[in-house]
């Protein structure tokens, strides 16, 4: 079951990491644009387009990524008290009642939104340039079904830590610098410890 969940793991991070390159091509798009509207006198006709759209990618690619990370925003107050059991029979509740059907009906309402763009070869109405928008409309639905697969290891880890009574570990590729610094206070009040004991 490890090797599943990791392996769901790993394309949730290939995605997010994949369409996280897309910041790049914004700041470079932005710049471009920052250089020609302001030095050159020459603003372009597809900056607020191509930002919008860049963005927007970004933005729904990352979700199934952030999820398998475990870092979607939850109150978190009360949460963080419970025990492990009680947390994973909260989330698989809240993951069946609420979960599981928004990202179904996302993802049915995602198809027939992306396919009428598709069809019509839509483009932008908000520039001349007519840049196409049915590229970013075709990732809604493709969103839905990543979301939904990182949801399904979701729910797995939700039945294994009610099993086993802790939750399984993560594959982590990330840290944030908070978790880091502890980490390695931690690490040294340890070595302190040992030896302060060697010495007495």
Same mark, same amino acid.
């Given at each position: 079951?490890?090797?599943?969940?990791?392996?769901?793991?790993?394309?949730?991070?290939?995605?997010?990491?994949?369409?996280?390159?897309?910041?790049? $091509?914004?700041?470079?798009?932005?710049?471009?644009?920052?250089?020609?509207?302001?030095?050159?006198? *020459?603003?372009?006709?597809?900056?607020?387009?191509?930002?919008?759209?860049?963005?927007?990618?970004?933005?729904?690619?990352?979700?199934?990524?952030?999820?398998?990370?475990?870092? @979607? $925003?939850?109150?978190?107050?009360?949460?963080?008290?419970?025990?492990?059991? $009680?947390?994973?029979?909260?989330?698989?509740?809240?993951?069946?009642?609420?979960?599981?059907?928004?990202?179904?009906?996302?993802?049915?309402?995602?198809?027939?939104?992306?396919?009428?763009?598709?069809?019509?070869?839509? $483009?932008?109405?908000?520039?001349? *340039?007519?840049?196409?928008?049915?590229?970013?409309?075709?990732?809604?639905?493709?969103?839905?079904?990543?979301?939904?697969?990182?949801?399904?290891?979701?729910?797995?880890?939700?039945?294994?830590?009610?099993?086993?009574?802790?939750?399984?570990? =993560?594959? @982590?590729?990330?840290?944030?610098?908070?978790? *880091?610094?502890? @980490?390695?206070?931690?690490?040294?009040?340890? =070595?302190?410890?040992?030896?302060?004991?060697?010495? *007495?």
């Amino acid at each position: 079951m490890t090797r599943f969940l990791y392996f769901i793991d790993s394309l949730s991070m290939w995605v997010g990491k994949s369409f996280g390159w897309l910041i790049l $091509v914004l700041t470079l798009g932005t710049s471009y644009e920052v250089f020609v509207r302001y030095l050159l006198r *020459a603003p372009t006709t597809w900056a607020f387009d191509f930002s919008y759209i860049t963005y927007g990618g970004l933005f729904l690619m990352a979700g199934a990524y952030t999820l398998s990370r475990n870092g @979607h $925003v939850r109150g978190d107050v009360i949460y963080r008290l419970w025990p492990p059991r $009680v947390q994973a029979a909260i989330d698989l509740t809240l993951y069946i009642i609420f979960f599981l059907p928004a990202v179904l009906a996302w993802i049915y309402a995602g198809w027939q939104f992306a396919k009428m763009s598709i069809q019509f070869r839509e $483009v932008s109405i908000f520039s001349p *340039a007519g840049v196409p928008v049915f590229p970013l409309k075709a990732l809604i639905p493709l969103t839905g079904v990543f979301l939904l697969i990182q949801g399904f290891a979701e729910i797995a880890r939700c039945i294994l830590c009610l099993r086993q009574g802790s939750w399984p570990q =993560r594959l @982590h590729d990330v840290e944030e610098l908070e978790s *880091a610094i502890l @980490h390695e206070q931690e690490y040294r009040r340890e =070595r302190e410890a040992q030896s302060g004991g060697k010495g *007495a």
